[in-house]
């Protein structure tokens, strides 16, 4: 099945409202098609504007290897000695009646921990001691944009297990002390504005927002309704494991820096050997754990590639084994919470955006979709 067919059955089946699909080769875009209203009496685009949630963590991530990569940052700081507030994160044991039980971590996490979600900090969806942590001590989620929010118990040890959660959010503060900018200044000078990004950005802009698609919910029925979500708009700080807004031929650009080994268009962002030392394999011997949901209305279980190694790198997920068919080892590739999905693969020259707006994430029909999509690119 061709790449536009698999887009027009994913709509046609029920199986997204509405989709765009985009290839492309370090040279180019190569493929880049739609199915589907965005919103009522407008077609989706590969210029739709789309709430792009944890594919911000990419971004974050890759502006703190700016940083690694001149010089500015290391990844064995302790992050305490660069944000001292993170010093009064500790681990959640257990209960006590109605007062959690807290302890010291063993050991300080590390920038690099944070990079490679091995801090100890994990999001609520998927680790139910958040989630009851948060609602029993009446805190809040991250996605309420203040920096209250982010004090998040850790759930383990630093350096111990993979659990994925808001360690990119105190990355870009980390960018932000370094730096001495706010993260979304420093974005726009040192990779928005240098690639091209005009319509990648923090908030919805006036541009942006005639073109922002509207987002979907399964009902009980597995028909769409109209559903709200969206990150917070003038927060006390933009989190780099949420708050972009994006489109897929930016994001698309944004992934061909990498095919690229740093540079698009003449200009250069990352070095070569930035460029390989960011997509190495930084867990080690740890590996991804299967992401059980605590919350199926917001996301399914996920379990990329069952059977084989997949680990993390400095911005992604890193699958370790060729996938038949599909991508090759050594690929990268992540996703956001309304199934925005992206992976590329240097050994192929091959990236690829899939993109809607629906919950809940990685439902079995949207990763149906995917499964074909990536299918029809490698055999394209």
């Known amino acids: 099945m061709g790449l536009q067919q698999t887009l027009d059955d994913a709509v046609t089946a029920g199986r997204m409202p509405f989709v765009v699909g985009m290839t492309a080769s370090a040279a180019g875009v190569r493929f880049q098609g739609a199915a589907g209203e965005a ?9 739709t504007v789309f709430r792009i949630f944890s594919m911000t963590k990419a971004v974050g991530s890759t502006a703190a290897m700016i940083l690694v990569d001149r010089g500015e940052l ?34 300080k996490a590390t920038v690099r921990q944070l990079a490679t979600h091995t801090s100890g900090l994990e999001y609520e969806f998927w680790c139910p001691q958040m989630a009851e942590y948060l609602t029993r001590a009446g805190r809040p989620s991250i996605l309420a944009g203040t920096l209250d929010s982010m004090n998040y118990p850790l759930m383990s040890d630093p350096g111990t297990r993979w659990g994925y959660g808001i360690s990119i959010d105190w990355l870009g503060r980390v960018v932000e002390k370094v730096s001495g900018q706010r993260i979304d200044a420093f974005l726009r000078q040192h990779l928005f504005d240098p690639l091209g990004l005009a319509d990648t950005d923090v908030e919805v802009r006036a541009h942006m927002a005639p073109r922002l698609a509207g987002v979907k919910a399964r009902g009980p029925d597995g028909a769409f309704v109209d559903f709200d979500l969206a990150p917070p708009s003038g927060p006390e700080f933009y989190g780099m494991g949420h708050a972009l807004y994006s489109t897929p031929q930016d994001y698309l650009r944004f992934l061909r820096l990498f095919l690229n080994r740093g540079t698009l268009d003449g200009a250069r962002v990352l070095s070569e050997a930035g460029v390989e030392r960011m997509l190495a394999n930084h867990l080690g011997p740890l590996r991804l754990q299967k992401m059980v949901t605590a919350m199926p209305q917001v996301t399914a279980d996920f379990d990329p590639f069952p059977g084989t190694r997949v680990t993390h790198s400095l911005g992604f997920m890193r699958n370790e084994e060729d996938i038949p068919g599909r991508r090759r080892a050594g690929s990268q590739g992540w996703a956001g919470v309304l199934n925005t999905h992206y992976w590329f693969d240097l050994s192929s020259d091959l990236a690829a955006v899939l993109m809607t707006q629906t919950l809940p994430f990685v439902e079995p029909p949207v990763m149906t979709v995917y499964d074909a999509f990536e299918r029809a690119a490698y055999a394209a």
């Open 74 to 107: 290391d990844l064995e700081a302790p992050v305490e000695s660069l944000l001292p507030e993170f010093a009064r994160l500790q681990v959640l044991e257990g209960w006590d009646g109605e007062k959690p039980r807290l302890r010291a971590p063993r050991g």
């Open 39 to 47: 919103a009522p009496g407008r077609p989706a685009a590969p210029d």
